[in-house]
């Protein structure tokens, strides 16, 4: 897979989207932590303690913590790289270790981030397969198609993407607004 520092932007006001397994698990490690701080003292009260110091606790939650962090961020479908890159020039994207393609604007039908069960998707609906615009040589191929009511659409997903969809989509959203007015 091509990395994104290794591809020029195709404009100077480009946002970087990638995925981050690290910060994932830190992430999920945090809430985890938060999770067991919640929890230990309701069900300490509710079973009337189990005679260990508070710290044996904190450790068992921190193997835990530390071990389903890294299961879920080092997943095999979680370690798959991903990047989109969002400009004025277009939309650049490189899915679960694909080659990256590039879309200028007037080249996209929709694009749409929605929610697949606990994932976010991000799904590129081309004009034309044939407007699509591969970034460097052809190594590995282009993202994953699917078949969307708007037609075929490249998808990627971003469960691991920094920083976060919620930005992915104002910045889908303000590029959209200028092609179109």
């Known amino acids: ?13 480009a946002v ?21 701080a919640l929890v230990s003292p ?31 961020a080092y ?23 694909s080659d990256p393609i590039l879309l200028a604007w007037e080249d996209i039908a929709s694009v749409k981030v929605r929610r697949a069960r606990l994932r976010n998707v991000l799904d590129v609906t081309p004009v034309d397969l044939d407007s699509v615009h591969p970034v460097q040589g ?10 969307t009511p708007n037609g075929t659409a490249f998808t990627a997903d971003l469960s691991e993407i920094w920083p976060g969809p919620r930005r992915l989509r104002r910045e889908l959203a303000k590029h959209l607004r200028q092609t179109e007015g």
């Open 16 to 36: 970087l989207f990638r995925s981050s397994p690290v910060r994932t698990f830190v992430t999920v490690f945090v809430l985890l932590m938060l999770s067991f």
């Open 138 to 147: 052809q190594r590995v191929g282009w993202p994953a198609l699917a078949d």
């Open 75 to 97: 997943s095999t479908r979680g370690s798959l790289k991903t990047w989109v890159r969002v400009s004025s020039g277009g939309l650049e994207l490189a899915a679960q270790d």
């Open 42 to 72: 309701i069900m300490a009260a509710v079973t009337g303690g189990t005679g260990n110091p508070w710290w044996h606790t904190a450790v068992q939650a921190g193997v835990v913590a530390v071990f389903g962090a890294a299961c879920f």
């Open 1 to 13: 897979m091509i990395a994104p520092d290794q591809v020029e932007a195709p404009a100077r006001d």
